[in-house]
Protein backbone atom coordinates (compact mmCIF):
# COMPACT_ATOMS: atom_id res chain seq x y z
CA UNK A 1 0.00 0.00 0.00
CA UNK A 2 2.81 2.26 -0.80
CA UNK A 3 0.45 5.69 -2.45
CA UNK A 4 2.79 8.01 -3.89
CA UNK A 5 6.67 7.22 -3.79
CA UNK A 6 8.78 10.38 -4.07
CA UNK A 7 12.84 9.85 -4.76
CA UNK A 8 15.23 11.12 -4.01
CA UNK A 9 14.42 12.50 -0.23
CA UNK A 10 17.03 15.18 -0.34
CA UNK A 11 19.21 16.78 -2.61
CA UNK A 12 21.93 19.38 -2.73
CA UNK A 13 22.58 20.33 -6.80
CA UNK A 14 25.24 23.33 -7.41
CA UNK A 15 23.90 25.89 -9.86
CA UNK A 16 23.65 25.03 -13.24
CA UNK A 17 23.02 21.48 -12.30
CA UNK A 18 20.09 19.24 -13.79
CA UNK A 19 18.16 16.69 -12.02
CA UNK A 20 14.96 14.46 -12.14
CA UNK A 21 12.78 14.35 -9.31
CA UNK A 22 10.81 10.86 -9.41
CA UNK A 23 7.53 10.67 -8.34
CA UNK A 24 5.27 6.77 -9.26
CA UNK A 25 1.35 6.17 -7.57
CA UNK A 26 -0.08 2.32 -7.59
CA UNK A 27 -3.29 3.37 -7.05
CA UNK A 28 -4.18 3.83 -10.83
CA UNK A 29 -5.21 7.67 -10.12
CA UNK A 30 -5.57 9.76 -13.48
CA UNK A 31 -4.81 13.29 -11.98
CA UNK A 32 -1.23 13.71 -11.31
CA UNK A 33 0.59 17.28 -9.63
CA UNK A 34 4.04 19.00 -8.99
CA UNK A 35 3.99 20.95 -5.99
CA UNK A 36 6.84 23.69 -4.70
CA UNK A 37 6.80 24.65 -0.85
CA UNK A 38 8.60 27.72 0.18
CA UNK A 39 9.14 28.11 3.59
CA UNK A 40 6.58 29.26 5.68
CA UNK A 41 4.55 29.06 2.42
CA UNK A 42 1.75 27.19 1.01
CA UNK A 43 1.71 25.09 -1.76
CA UNK A 44 2.19 26.63 -5.57
CA UNK A 45 1.62 24.49 -8.33
CA UNK A 46 3.95 23.69 -10.92
CA UNK A 47 2.42 21.24 -13.28
CA UNK A 48 0.11 18.71 -13.68
CA UNK A 49 -1.23 15.71 -15.54
CA UNK A 50 -4.90 14.70 -16.78
CA UNK A 51 -3.65 11.31 -17.73
CA UNK A 52 -0.67 9.79 -19.59
CA UNK A 53 0.24 12.08 -22.71
CA UNK A 54 -1.08 15.16 -21.38
CA UNK A 55 0.32 17.69 -19.19
CA UNK A 56 -0.13 21.44 -18.18
CA UNK A 57 1.40 24.40 -16.51
CA UNK A 58 0.41 25.30 -13.16
CA UNK A 59 1.00 28.76 -11.53
CA UNK A 60 4.86 28.47 -11.48
CA UNK A 61 6.30 26.53 -14.38
CA UNK A 62 9.11 28.11 -15.53
CA UNK A 63 12.62 26.43 -14.83
CA UNK A 64 10.90 23.21 -14.88
CA UNK A 65 9.75 20.03 -17.29
CA UNK A 66 7.25 17.19 -17.22
CA UNK A 67 6.63 14.17 -19.18
CA UNK A 68 3.82 11.55 -17.85
CA UNK A 69 4.67 8.38 -20.52
CA UNK A 70 2.75 5.90 -18.06
CA UNK A 71 -0.37 6.07 -15.59
CA UNK A 72 1.96 5.67 -12.62
CA UNK A 73 4.91 8.04 -13.02
CA UNK A 74 5.13 11.58 -13.38
CA UNK A 75 8.98 13.11 -13.53
CA UNK A 76 9.87 16.73 -12.95
CA UNK A 77 12.89 17.66 -14.62
CA UNK A 78 15.07 21.10 -13.48
CA UNK A 79 17.30 22.56 -16.17
CA UNK A 80 19.96 24.60 -15.24
CA UNK A 81 19.63 24.74 -11.60
CA UNK A 82 19.00 28.30 -9.61
CA UNK A 83 19.03 29.24 -6.14
CA UNK A 84 15.27 30.37 -6.81
CA UNK A 85 14.57 26.16 -6.87
CA UNK A 86 15.92 25.45 -3.41
CA UNK A 87 12.46 24.32 -1.74
CA UNK A 88 10.45 21.24 -1.10
CA UNK A 89 9.27 19.35 -3.48
CA UNK A 90 5.50 17.50 -3.39
CA UNK A 91 4.20 15.27 -6.00
CA UNK A 92 0.03 14.77 -5.91
CA UNK A 93 -2.49 12.28 -7.15
CA UNK A 94 -6.36 11.75 -7.02
CA UNK A 95 -8.70 10.23 -9.00
CA UNK A 96 -11.19 12.12 -10.75
CA UNK A 97 -14.24 11.72 -13.07
CA UNK A 98 -14.89 14.19 -15.50
CA UNK A 99 -17.34 17.22 -13.96
CA UNK A 100 -17.42 14.96 -10.76
CA UNK A 101 -14.24 16.19 -8.74
CA UNK A 102 -11.75 14.11 -7.24
CA UNK A 103 -12.87 11.05 -5.41
CA UNK A 104 -10.75 11.01 -2.39
CA UNK A 105 -9.24 13.91 -2.19
CA UNK A 106 -5.84 14.40 -3.08
CA UNK A 107 -2.45 11.91 -1.99
CA UNK A 108 0.95 13.56 -1.52
CA UNK A 109 4.36 11.73 -1.10
CA UNK A 110 6.61 12.78 1.32
CA UNK A 111 8.66 15.09 -0.02
CA UNK A 112 11.81 15.85 -1.58
CA UNK A 113 13.74 18.66 -0.45
CA UNK A 114 16.17 20.49 -2.48
CA UNK A 115 19.11 22.82 -2.01
CA UNK A 116 20.72 24.81 -4.31
CA UNK A 117 23.84 26.27 -3.75
CA UNK B 1 -5.25 39.77 -3.49
CA UNK B 2 -4.45 35.85 -3.23
CA UNK B 3 -7.63 33.55 -4.10
CA UNK B 4 -7.09 32.17 -0.87
CA UNK B 5 -6.43 33.82 2.26
CA UNK B 6 -5.58 32.25 6.02
CA UNK B 7 -4.00 33.90 8.91
CA UNK B 8 -0.40 31.88 9.15
CA UNK B 9 -0.47 32.37 13.05
CA UNK B 10 1.14 30.91 15.05
CA UNK B 11 -2.26 29.93 16.98
CA UNK B 12 -1.60 28.82 20.69
CA UNK B 13 -4.31 26.94 22.82
CA UNK B 14 -4.48 24.71 25.82
CA UNK B 15 -5.21 21.28 25.47
CA UNK B 16 -8.74 20.24 25.68
CA UNK B 17 -9.47 23.47 23.72
CA UNK B 18 -11.55 24.07 20.74
CA UNK B 19 -10.06 25.25 17.64
CA UNK B 20 -11.27 27.45 15.06
CA UNK B 21 -9.26 27.70 11.51
CA UNK B 22 -10.45 29.87 8.78
CA UNK B 23 -9.98 30.40 4.92
CA UNK B 24 -11.62 33.30 2.73
CA UNK B 25 -11.41 32.64 -0.81
CA UNK B 26 -12.14 35.49 -3.66
CA UNK B 27 -13.26 33.17 -6.83
CA UNK B 28 -16.97 31.25 -6.58
CA UNK B 29 -16.04 29.06 -8.86
CA UNK B 30 -14.21 27.14 -6.59
CA UNK B 31 -16.60 23.80 -6.11
CA UNK B 32 -14.55 21.19 -3.84
CA UNK B 33 -12.82 21.81 -0.56
CA UNK B 34 -10.61 20.39 1.75
CA UNK B 35 -8.49 20.92 4.76
CA UNK B 36 -4.98 19.25 5.19
CA UNK B 37 -2.55 18.46 8.28
CA UNK B 38 1.30 18.59 7.80
CA UNK B 39 3.44 17.91 10.45
CA UNK B 40 7.10 18.94 9.65
CA UNK B 41 9.17 17.67 7.63
CA UNK B 42 6.06 15.71 6.24
CA UNK B 43 3.88 16.05 2.96
CA UNK B 44 0.04 17.21 3.33
CA UNK B 45 -2.33 14.63 5.11
CA UNK B 46 -6.11 15.18 4.33
CA UNK B 47 -8.08 15.29 6.85
CA UNK B 48 -11.72 16.26 5.55
CA UNK B 49 -13.19 16.60 1.65
CA UNK B 50 -16.90 18.30 1.08
CA UNK B 51 -18.74 19.83 -1.79
CA UNK B 52 -21.60 21.66 -0.78
CA UNK B 53 -22.54 24.82 1.92
CA UNK B 54 -23.46 23.26 5.43
CA UNK B 55 -21.19 20.87 8.13
CA UNK B 56 -19.27 17.81 8.04
CA UNK B 57 -18.14 15.57 10.96
CA UNK B 58 -15.30 13.33 11.30
CA UNK B 59 -14.51 12.12 14.72
CA UNK B 60 -12.99 15.87 16.69
CA UNK B 61 -13.24 17.31 13.32
CA UNK B 62 -16.00 19.40 12.05
CA UNK B 63 -15.31 21.15 8.83
CA UNK B 64 -18.05 24.04 7.68
CA UNK B 65 -18.18 25.58 4.39
CA UNK B 66 -20.30 29.16 3.42
CA UNK B 67 -20.38 29.37 -0.31
CA UNK B 68 -22.19 32.35 0.03
CA UNK B 69 -19.90 34.15 2.17
CA UNK B 70 -16.88 32.48 0.26
CA UNK B 71 -15.84 31.11 3.54
CA UNK B 72 -14.96 27.89 5.42
CA UNK B 73 -13.57 26.88 8.86
CA UNK B 74 -12.48 23.79 10.38
CA UNK B 75 -13.65 23.15 14.08
CA UNK B 76 -11.00 20.85 16.27
CA UNK B 77 -12.83 19.72 19.74
CA UNK B 78 -11.43 18.64 22.38
CA UNK B 79 -7.42 18.83 21.15
CA UNK B 80 -4.43 17.27 21.67
CA UNK B 81 -0.76 18.28 21.44
CA UNK B 82 -0.74 15.68 18.63
CA UNK B 83 -2.75 17.87 16.41
CA UNK B 84 0.21 20.45 16.96
CA UNK B 85 1.00 21.13 13.09
CA UNK B 86 0.08 23.52 9.97
CA UNK B 87 -3.47 23.27 8.66
CA UNK B 88 -4.04 24.08 5.12
CA UNK B 89 -7.21 24.59 3.30
CA UNK B 90 -7.30 23.88 -0.42
CA UNK B 91 -10.07 23.97 -2.75
CA UNK B 92 -10.50 22.77 -6.61
CA UNK B 93 -11.69 25.00 -9.50
CA UNK B 94 -11.53 23.22 -12.81
CA UNK B 95 -8.31 21.04 -12.84
CA UNK B 96 -6.33 23.09 -10.04
CA UNK B 97 -6.23 22.70 -6.46
CA UNK B 98 -5.31 25.83 -4.93
CA UNK B 99 -3.98 26.05 -1.49
CA UNK B 100 -3.94 28.41 1.52
CA UNK B 101 -0.98 29.45 3.28
CA UNK B 102 -1.64 27.40 6.04
CA UNK B 103 -2.10 28.02 9.63
CA UNK B 104 0.52 27.32 12.95
CA UNK B 105 -1.07 25.23 15.56
CA UNK B 106 0.44 24.80 18.89
CA UNK B 107 -1.67 22.52 21.78
CA UNK B 108 0.13 23.55 25.28
CA UNK B 109 -0.24 19.90 27.21
Known amino acids: ?117 | QKEVEQDPGPLSVPEGAIVSLNCTYSNSAFQYFMWYRQYSRKGPELLMYTYSSGNKEDGRFTAQVDKSSKYISLFIRDSQPSDSATYLCAMIRGNMLTFGGGTRLMVKP
Open chain 1, 1 to 117: NAGVTQTPKFRILKIGQSMTLQCTQDMNHNYMYWYRQDPGMGLKLIYYSVGAGITDKGEVPNGYNVSRSTTEDFPLRLELAAPSQTSVYFCASSFILPNRGPSYGYTFGSGTRLTVV
